[in-house]
């Protein structure tokens, strides 16, 4: 049983289907180890760095591959389809320890299977190796095309200013708006999930799970049909501008998601709001599924072909502001769902995303020469 303290009875008022008021009392222990808010410092540092490592992927494989055919690799996120069926079940506790194992098991089929392949590393290996064996001989010392040679403390500094530069540039900071605006709402639908459809709907926390199910499979359906197409739209857009790549020739197939994304907004938001039947409004959010990994990805890879070797600041940049974003929006969207209800709440988010659709045409015409026009010294 959790130690008992200081508790905030927080009111909630929502209108039954009959029109009168209902108002529920929701008790939060502010002084319970087990709540967030009271986590201990290296607790929520150890948070931190995990979601840092969000930030690691995209860079991993632009190192990885050559940007003509950089592709990220979407990964379906299950955590909210299981997540409620293990806390019903196994307690919430079984949440962190699942993760664990899971990744414990990936880490160490990795440190066996995995190789490197990323050449500058190699290539200091191979310079290591060769002043070892020369070193016994007359001490020659080897260098590589390319090589850094600048002090640790040089390059991070260099590092950490690299990301607000690169920020400066409109690509950057619109498509960062526009992700942040996906996070935002992402988070402020999910957060919400449960009191939408236990109040309104009288779903179990099991069953509310279960419903994440929409996005899932608009992420899969995406992720199979979808986003190899860019990869081919790349490759199409190329040949016709006489084998000359261009980092636009990734944004095309993001249409679908400036598309999709409004339309399943306003679709969610008055479904829920006229309180039609569940799969209704559950429908909308396979195509909202499919628009933000058509618009998240498309971006991405927008990025890495952009700056090539240093698409990691280049993704910092926009994942420092987003994730700030996509942290805020959802604090503040309970009170404004509350005061003018899920339709028009919702609505909101959707009438955003319709400002900020045409960026993906904008930046495929203009684009390049809004590059050249702000270069960036990094």
Known sequence: MSPQGERAPLLQQRWSEE?????????????????????????????????????????????????????????????????????????????????????????????????????????????????????????TKYSYEGEDTRPLKEKLAQALKRPPKIFAQPIVAVMAVYQALIFGTTYSIYTNMQPIYQDDYGFSTEKVGLLYLGPGLGFLFAVWFLVPRIDTVYKTLTAKNHEKARPEFRLPLANIGSVFIPVSLFWFAWAVEKHTHW????????????????????????????????????????????????????????????????????????????????????????????????????
């Open 19 to 139: 029109g009168e008021p209902r108002t529920h009392l929701r008790i939060e222990d502010l002084s319970n180890e087990e709540n967030p808010r009271e986590w201990v410092r290296w607790r929520k540092m150890a948070n931190v760095a995990v979601i840092a490592l969000m930030s690691i992927l995209s860079p991993l494989v632009s190192s990885m591959f050559t940007p003509g055919i950089a592709q990220i690799a979407d990964d379906l996120d299950c955590s909210p389809l299981f997540g409620g069926i293990i806390v019903q079940r196994l307690g919430w506790r079984w949440i962190f320890w699942i993760m664990t194992i899971v990744c414990f098991v990936n880490t160490l089929a990795g440190y066996f299977f995995l190789r490197e392949t990323y050449a500058p590393l190699i290539l200091s290996s191979k310079k290591a190796e060769f002043e070892s064996q020369s070193s016994e001989f007359d001490g």
């Open 279 to 378: 799969f209704a409004s559950i429908s909308a959010t396979f195509f909202y599924g499919i628009g933000q990994v058509m618009i998240l990805n498309s971006t991405q890879n927008y990025f890495i072909d952009s700056f090539e070797k240093y698409a990691a600041s280049a993704i910092a940049a926009g994942t420092v502001f987003r994730s700030v974003v996509g942290g805020i929006i959802p604090i503040f969207a309970p009170m404004l769902f509350e005061k003018i209800g899920y339709g028009w709440g919702i609505s909101t988010f959707a009438f955003v995303s319709l400002v900020l659709a045409p960026a993906p045409v904008l930046f495929f015409i203009f684009g390049e020469r809004l590059r050249e026009r702000f270069p960036v010294d990094l």
